[in-house]
């Protein structure tokens, strides 16, 4: 399992019964996980003295209850890095503080590249890996459906110091807006894309991972560029593993770009008991060439 050693601002300090409890900063939260089945002794002392938990409803969605001096909104860093957080619905706080280790992947491959690096992040909500590739010296196409998390992702830019570095932000749907690419003949050489498990589109489309994925990933190979560096597909989805998306993958770049491909669950440490929690997946197709 592949996971960031370098949270300083983020850390698990417990899970059990079906909640984390978590330090973001100076905020401790507690939010339901379902992946927490297991129902140990909850003896770390923060569990009695967290500024807010978050109680899911039996109809959907849920609400934070707060406990202690909860802030509207606050920053965490990660590195070089700052983003701004704050408690939403559906227990989220804008940052899944698991995915850093991909940042610090994508970061990596960009600084070794050795030539100007076009990103193209697909269903990239808060914009964390877009600020950690603007970061590390590419150039990034940010695209999200929802013009509020568009505008979040900017402030992140903001606070991170790259809002001045070469990025489009654009509100639109992820798949016409790949289409539109084609169309017009961009490209990128990598493609990042976190797309959600169940959704809808602006015209109501039903969007379903497992039924759209292969398709998607089609599409969006037309875009790669001549000599394209790195695709990855984040998933949160239980009924996709990590080796199926590593062979949709395979099946639809190697034969056209070479590379290797690969796959594993990523998570967190948790401080209490040592443990590993898995927390999705992400697969990763790589040319030859990347360093």
């Known amino acids: 399992m592949r996971y960031s050693k370098d949270w300083k601002d983020y850390e698990l300090l417990d899970c059990s019964n079906g909640e984390r409890l978590e330090r973001w900063g100076n905020v401790t939260l507690i939010r339901p996980d379902p992946q927490v089945i297991w129902n140990t002794p909850k003896i770390h002392p923060a569990w009695k003295k967290a500024d807010a938990l978050y109680h899911r409803s039996k109809s959907g969605g849920g609400h934070w209850e707060q406990l202690g001096a909860l802030p509207d909104k606050w920053q965490i860093r990660y590195r070089d890095l700052t983003f701004n957080v704050k408690p939403m619905g559906f227990k989220h706080t804008g940052i899944f503080p698991e995915q850093a280790v991909n940042w610090d992947y994508v970061a990596d491959l960009i600084k070794k590249a050795g030539r100007p690096v076009k990103v193209l992040n697909l269903f990239s909500y808060t914009g964390a890996a877009t600020i950690s590739a603007l970061n590390a010296g590419a150039s990034v196409v940010h695209v999200d459906a929802s ?12 606070a991170s110091g790259v809002s001045d570095r070469p990025v489009r932000w654009i509100v639109d749907d992820c798949i016409k807006f790949v289409q539109r690419e084609i169309r017009r003949g961009n490209h990128y050489d990598i493609i990042i894309m976190d797309p959600p498990s169940y959704g809808r589109g602006p015209g109501g489309e039903v969007w379903k991972l497992e039924d759209e994925v292969y398709r998607f990933v089609e599409l969006c190979k037309e875009v790669l560029s001549e000599d394209p560096i790195a695709v990855l597909i984040n998933s949160y989805t239980t009924g996709l593993s990590p080796a199926v998306m590593e062979y949709i993958l395979g ?20 401080t209490q008991t040592g443990m590993i929690l898995p927390c999705g997946a992400t697969a990763i197709w790589r040319s030859e060439g990347a360093k």
């Open 251 to 270: 099946v639809l770049l190697k034969d056209r770009f070479g590379g290797s491909v690969s796959s594993d669950e990523i998570g967190l440490p948790v």
């Open 147 to 158: 013009k509020g998390m568009v505008q979040w992702a900017k402030e992140n830019a903001a």
